[in-house]
């Protein structure tokens, strides 16, 4: 199975800011979740988006899917410092209780 | 819950010694997923269970892995000899149902080889 690709591989902002991440994928998907891995830690999950849905809120937090482009994108709105970290996009598989397969990040600094 | 538990945190090791990591996954969920997560290569899929049985190892890099998970409560990954080139964050992970849950990822085993 193949990884989505994030991009940019990293990103400066300063706080409150909007940051903007991007993900592209070359397979048929079931869904595309967001994780965020702060320094040192595991991955965290943040939002899943079904194939079927183009867009998705939680928080500051905004996910949209485009399946013809195969890509989606992860904004967060007014960024805090407390949001640096690396974010992973990850496929959800179309068959069978496949594991998710992860891009390499995108690493990210609020800079305050 | 207490999520998923990882042990050791840290691990430092001399090459040639066998390496044991412990998993406790979350109680209920019935997949367990091993990745290996360096600079390099990103995070890599090491192996997965459902219900306790081994799906796909195709992951692992070589004969020197094993993963075993002799019940829904408790699963190894071990390495031996192990090598300098197996130092990485390892990081275990467990999910209720199908592809559409989430994931839940331990704190990550840090282990060092020298």
């Known amino acids: 199975s193949q990884q989505g690709e994030e991009d940019p591989q990293a990103l400066s902002i300063q706080e409150g800011e909007n940051a903007t991440m991007n993900c592209s994928y070359k397979?048929?998907?079931?869904?595309l979740q967001w994780y965020r891995q702060n320094s040192g830690r595991g991955l965290v999950h943040l939002i899943l988006?079904?194939?079927?849905?183009r867009e998705k809120h939680s928080g500051r937090l905004r996910v949209t899917l485009d399946t013809s482009k195969k890509s989606s994108s992860l904004l967060i709105t007014a960024s805090r410092a407390a949001d640096t970290a690396s974010y992973f996009c990850?496929?959800?598989?179309?068959?069978?209780?496949?594991?998710?397969?992860f891009g390499k990040g995108t690493r990210l600094s609020v800079i305050a | 819950d207490a999520g998923v538990i990882q042990s050791p945190r840290h691990e430092v090791t001399e090459m040639g010694q066998e390496v044991t990591l412990r998993c406790k996954p979350i109680s209920g969920h019935n997949s367990l997923f091993w990745y290996r997560q360096t600079m390099m290569r990103g995070l890599e899929l090491l192996i997965y269970?459902?219900?306790?049985?081994?799906?796909?190892d195709s992951g692992m890099p070589e004969d020197r892995f094993s993963a075993k998970m002799p019940n829904a409560s408790f699963s190894t990954l071990k390495i031996q000899p192990s090598e300098p080139r197996d130092s990485a964050v390892y990081f275990c992970?467990?999910?209720?149902?199908?592809?559409?849950?989430?994931?839940?990822f331990g704190p990550g085993t840090r282990l060092t080889v020298l």
């Open positions: 397979t048929s998907i079931n869904n």
């Open positions: 990850a496929l959800g598989g179309t068959s069978g209780n496949t594991p998710l397969v």
């Open positions: 992970a467990s999910r209720s149902g199908g592809p559409n849950n989430e994931q839940f």
């Open positions: 988006i079904r194939s079927n849905e």
């Open positions: 269970f459902n219900n306790n049985v081994p799906i796909d």
